[in-house]
């Protein structure tokens, strides 16, 4: 692996139903922007249908205080281990990467849930930061679901 090439994985544990943590990754990504509203603004589906591999999902977001977009492709689902793996194929991340994936998966062994979020990613020139900031932005998103999860079961 180059220097340019990197993998970055980050868990953060969730009180609220991993099972339906992963079903909104899977199935209602457009249901996100109104739980955590000041990260993701709006999210839509460019091709394909909602939860299938192949289809072509436009992310509108903010990050570290700038409007973004992100234009990505559903490359795999694996619903037995609740994972789904989005490859950027467009956006503000293209400038910074030739290639970026990005792994949301949910182990929900026992009461609690651990969401685990992967980055592999190969930087298009020296100088560019991992993605740090964008690892944060993906908890912070974690919270907010989990927030927007627990204050509906009350």
């Known amino acids: 692996m180059s220097s340019l090439s990197g993998k970055m994985v980050r868990q953060v544990e969730i009180k609220s139903d991993g099972d339906v943590f992963h079903q909104i990754f899977r199935y209602r990504p457009h249901h996100i922007s109104d739980m955590s ?13 909602w939860g299938t591999i192949g289809s072509v999902i436009l992310w509108n977001y903010t ?10 492709i559903i490359e795999a689902i ?13 956006g503000d991340l293209m400038e910074l990467y030739k290639f970026f994936k990005l792994t949301v998966h949910v182990d929900t062994e026992g009461e609690n849930n651990l969401v685990t979020w992967t980055f592999d990613y190969e930087k298009l020139r020296e100088g560019v930061e991992d993605p740090n900031t964008l690892m944060d932005f993906c908890i912070d998103v974690t919270k907010d679901i989990e927030t927007h999860h627990l204050q509906s079961q009350t």
Do not use: M, P, S
């Open 78 to 90: 694996d619903e037995e281990n609740k994972a789904v793996v989005f490859k950027v194929i467009g």
């Open 63 to 72: 990050h570290d205080g700038k409007e973004k977009i992100a234009k990505e």
């Open 37 to 49: 509203a000041a990260n993701i603004q709006g999210v839509e589906l460019h091709d394909g249908d």
